[in-house]
């Protein structure tokens, strides 16, 4: 039944534009998702949920660490997860999340140094994981606040025990 302002004619139209609207959120949403998906799946982004150094190295700019890594004294004790990332249960996940980001869009738009360098950050997450690692060996240190100061970290001195002899 129309009234005499057309009020029925007007809910009609408002209705038909809503449903257009819904169906194009709706594409965008399937383009998305489907751009996602794909994206993920030529990425190889499952695999980086696993601890397989190999996954490190789908990323073609990371080959020459791995390399090293498998020639480096570490490489019978300790995987990539072990020294990059943190080992308690959320941090270590908002660590990789936060390092597959920047390394993703970092990649993707060749904005990097190359050599590739570890971020401060990152490496206080290497250096803590030293010190638990070989608490004991540096237990002395530790006790006299070697360590006290973030500057001073494990690599500066041992550099070729993770990654092999450097450049």
């Known amino acids: ?24 959120l709706c594409i965008l949403i399937g383009i998305f998702l489907g751009v ?17 150094p190999r996954a490190c190295v789908n990323c073609h700019i990371m080959r020459e660490q791995y390399d090293s890594w498998q020639k480096a004294s570490h ?3 300790a995987t990539c997860v072990d020294c990059h990332l943190p080992h308690e249960g959320l941090a270590k ?12 869009t970092r990649f993707t738009l060749q904005d990097f140094h190359e050599p590739i360098r570890i971020h401060e950050k990152n490496g206080r997450i290497l250096r803590d994981n030293c010190l638990r690692c070989h608490q ?11 360590f006290a100061d973030e500057s001073n970290n494990c690599v500066r001195c041992h550099m070729a025990v993770g990654h092999g002899s450097p450049r």
């Not at 996602?36 to 397989?52: H, L, P």
């Open 1 to 24: 039944m129309t009234t005499q302002d057309g009020s029925t004619t007007a809910a009609r139209a408002c209705c038909c534009r809503l449903r257009r609207a819904g169906l194009f």
């Open 36 to 52: 996602g998906a794909y994206t993920f799946r030529q990425a190889e982004g499952a695999s980086y949920f696993s601890t397989d």
């Open 75 to 77: 490489h019978a004790h």
């Open 93 to 104: 996940w908002l660590a990789k999340a936060e390092n597959g980001f920047w390394h993703s």
């Open 136 to 146: 004991e060996l540096v237990a002395d240190l530790t006790h006299h606040g070697a």
